[in-house]
């Protein structure tokens, strides 16, 4: 085949001559291969930069080769003499967070901290936007990190090289430094046991230096762009060009001008978006208190709830019912369901295959799937870890005001007939009792509810309070919300009051339904 006749002068990649018809006549223009790597002036994908970046930078921390570099470099950050020269805290994949709007958090290849320095690796093994390069190297600058970008284009020289646009933004912001790692660094790197990387800069000509390999203790530093360099090159290339000085001014207002109106309006669609959320949960706390509900409202083939013209759920889902007088309401998508309360707040995520409410007015709802969670109020209990609604069912048993909930297992016996089919026996089993196990009681009082789970006791006001503390027994005692309770940890006896405060001294009692004796 030999060599691509056309090439993209940004990627470098083959390109061919395409065209099409318009009224004017026939217009042709180069088109990258459908199947070629994303670039910046590559069309067909209908995808913004920030989406084709994901999904470029996806691809590449999945490939074998970046996850192999990026253990070399973590490895001889970690060798013997960068242990001795004061490496530490060598991590891959760190996420770093940030305060500052628009630029909240990003996540190096590499982080390491030498000499009371942070510094971060980023391997470029390909072709990137340049407003990606820009973006990081001011978050890490505003944020106090030292970036060193490293190259490595042996798999990809054809297409990719130092001359590339993305490359010279990267280096002519560093002094007019490269840094590379390659087969030979990364072997010097083993038999030196520490990171050694090839530093080659550009002179006032333009041409590049002859190689050199240099460690961490070589590095110089930019203290204001946090850029480590080995050789100042800038200063032979200013002093040829002076007028060059004028316009990196110019190009670093540009840019940095452009970030701080990106942080602006980041920070204004925050604010917007807290606002209504402030908003929304204000509206539902009105709902709440004057007992009324949101509606049901269609857009398409999706549901959500509204209330008096303002959206508290937006329409997401397949299935969903009207609250009428109740408290909840059931939604579903893609074959699941979960609730909704009245006031918009989806209390039950849509996870679950069936949702049973036990109680509304304390918020005693059920959900099965897979596994078996219980909702009390705003707490969540993992009841059951494996849960199989084909062999196992729910029922209830009743004693005085108390209902237990119980999970029942259907046991069964198999045996093999006198029959075969393709030369096996035919297994058939027969039902051989139940296996039941409680799940949790609940109790219902005229201003509170308990609720026993395992050994523990949990009580909750109508006002949707929970009584402080945990107890392994609650016991009325006859005084209206006044109780008996027995401490779960120390096995010691109080009395305290519906808001859980304690009135008596936690003693050693014996307690009986006959008398209390301490």
């Given at each position: 085949m030999g060599h691509a006749r056309f090439i993209c002068p940004e990627c470098k990649q083959p390109v061919k001559i395409s065209g099409h018809k318009l009224a004017r006549g026939r217009v042709c223009y180069f088109a990258h291969f459908k199947d070629s790597d994303d670039c910046q002036y590559k069309t067909g994908t209908h995808r913004t930069k920030e989406e084709i970046e994901r999904l470029k930078y996806s691809l590449v921390q999945e490939s074998d080769r970046h996850k192999r570099l990026k253990s070399a470099i973590a490895s001889a950050l970690k060798g013997e003499q960068s242990k001795s020269m004061g490496v530490e805290n060598v991590e891959c994949e760190k996420r770093i967070n940030s305060d500052i709007p628009y630029l909240n958090w990003r996540r190096p290849d590499i982080y390491v901290e030498y000499k009371g320095r942070k510094y971060v690796f980023e391997l470029q093994l390909s072709t990137t936007f340049v407003s990606v390069v820009v973006d990081r190297d001011i978050f890490y600058r505003l944020n106090d990190y030292n970036i060193i970008w490293v190259f490595n284009f042996e798999d990809n020289a054809e297409y990719v090289n130092l001359h590339n646009l993305m490359c010279k933004d990267i280096y002519y912001a560093?002094?007019?430094?490269?840094?590379?790692?390659?087969?030979?660094?990364?072997?010097?790197?083993?038999?030196?046991?520490?990171?050694?990387?090839?530093?080659?800069?550009?002179?006032?000509?333009?041409?590049?230096?002859?190689?050199?390999?240099?460690?961490?203790?070589?590095?110089?530093?930019?203290?204001?762009?946090?850029?480590?360099?080995?050789?100042?090159?800038?200063?032979?290339?200013?002093?040829?060009?002076?007028?060059?000085?004028?316009?990196?001014?110019?190009?670093?207002?540009?840019?940095?001008?452009?970030?701080?109106?990106?942080?602006?309006?980041?920070?204004?669609?925050?604010?917007?978006?807290?606002?209504?959320?402030?908003?929304?949960?204000?509206?539902?706390?009105?709902?709440?208190?004057?007992?009324?509900s949101v509606t049901r409202f269609r857009s398409g083939t999706k549901y959500g709830y509204q209330y008096e013209g303002t959206i508290i759920l937006p329409a997401k889902y397949t299935s969903a019912e009207d609250f009428h007088d109740n408290k909840y309401a059931q939604v579903g998508f893609n074959r699941k369901v979960g609730l909704v309360r009245r006031d918009g707040k989806e209390v039950v995520p849509i996870e679950y295959k069936t949702v049973k409410v036990v109680d509304e007015e304390y918020g005693l709802l059920l959900g099965l799937y897979k596994k078996i969670h219980l909702w009390f109020g705003d707490k969540i209990f993992d009841l059951v870890y494996e849960y199989n609604d084909k062999e196992?069912?729910?029922?209830?048993?009743?004693?005085?005001?108390?209902?237990?909930?119980?999970?029942?297992?259907?046991?069964?016996?198999?045996?093999?007939?006198?029959?075969?089919?393709?030369?096996?026996?035919?297994?058939?089993?027969?039902?051989?009792?139940?296996d039941c196990s409680t799940l949790f009681t609940f109790l219902k009082g005229k201003d509170f509810c308990t609720l026993w789970i395992g050994n523990k006791v949990y009580m909750m006001a109508k006002n949707g309070d929970f009584v402080k503390g945990q107890y392994s027994d609650i016991k009325p005692i006859g005084i209206e919300h006044i109780f008996i309770v027995k401490n779960y940890n120390t096995e010691l006896w109080g009395v305290i009051d519906l808001q859980g405060n304690v009135i008596t001294d936690f003693k050693k009692c014996i307690y009986s339904k006959e008398k209390k004796e301490c």
């Amino acid at each position: 085949m030999g060599h691509a006749r056309f090439i993209c002068p940004e990627c470098k990649q083959p390109v061919k001559i395409s065209g099409h018809k318009l009224a004017r006549g026939r217009v042709c223009y180069f088109a990258h291969f459908k199947d070629s790597d994303d670039c910046q002036y590559k069309t067909g994908t209908h995808r913004t930069k920030e989406e084709i970046e994901r999904l470029k930078y996806s691809l590449v921390q999945e490939s074998d080769r970046h996850k192999r570099l990026k253990s070399a470099i973590a490895s001889a950050l970690k060798g013997e003499q960068s242990k001795s020269m004061g490496v530490e805290n060598v991590e891959c994949e760190k996420r770093i967070n940030s305060d500052i709007p628009y630029l909240n958090w990003r996540r190096p290849d590499i982080y390491v901290e030498y000499k009371g320095r942070k510094y971060v690796f980023e391997l470029q093994l390909s072709t990137t936007f340049v407003s990606v390069v820009v973006d990081r190297d001011i978050f890490y600058r505003l944020n106090d990190y030292n970036i060193i970008w490293v190259f490595n284009f042996e798999d990809n020289a054809e297409y990719v090289n130092l001359h590339n646009l993305m490359c010279k933004d990267i280096y002519y912001a560093n002094k007019r430094n490269v840094f590379i790692f390659d087969a030979d660094a990364e072997e010097r790197s083993k038999e030196k046991g520490e990171l050694v990387l090839k530093c080659r800069w550009l002179d006032e000509n333009g041409q590049w230096s002859d190689d050199q390999y240099v460690t961490l203790d070589m590095l110089q530093y930019d203290e204001e762009n946090c850029k480590p360099f080995v050789v100042d090159a800038d200063k032979a290339y200013l002093k040829k060009y002076p007028e060059y000085v004028e316009r990196r001014k110019q190009l670093e207002h540009s840019r940095e001008y452009l970030l701080r109106r990106l942080m602006e309006r980041q920070k204004h669609e925050e604010e917007l978006e807290k606002r209504k959320i402030e908003e929304r949960t204000n509206l539902q706390l009105e709902i709440l208190n004057d007992n009324k509900s949101v509606t049901r409202f269609r857009s398409g083939t999706k549901y959500g709830y509204q209330y008096e013209g303002t959206i508290i759920l937006p329409a997401k889902y397949t299935s969903a019912e009207d609250f009428h007088d109740n408290k909840y309401a059931q939604v579903g998508f893609n074959r699941k369901v979960g609730l909704v309360r009245r006031d918009g707040k989806e209390v039950v995520p849509i996870e679950y295959k069936t949702v049973k409410v036990v109680d509304e007015e304390y918020g005693l709802l059920l959900g099965l799937y897979k596994k078996i969670h219980l909702w009390f109020g705003d707490k969540i209990f993992d009841l059951v870890y494996e849960y199989n609604d084909k062999e196992q069912d729910i029922i209830t048993e009743q004693d005085g005001d108390k209902i237990e909930y119980i999970r029942r297992s259907k046991k069964y016996s198999y045996y093999h007939t006198g029959r075969y089919y393709e030369g096996y026996p035919i297994r058939r089993k027969s039902h051989d009792g139940y296996d039941c196990s409680t799940l949790f009681t609940f109790l219902k009082g005229k201003d509170f509810c308990t609720l026993w789970i395992g050994n523990k006791v949990y009580m909750m006001a109508k006002n949707g309070d929970f009584v402080k503390g945990q107890y392994s027994d609650i016991k009325p005692i006859g005084i209206e919300h006044i109780f008996i309770v027995k401490n779960y940890n120390t096995e010691l006896w109080g009395v305290i009051d519906l808001q859980g405060n304690v009135i008596t001294d936690f003693k050693k009692c014996i307690y009986s339904k006959e008398k209390k004796e301490c």
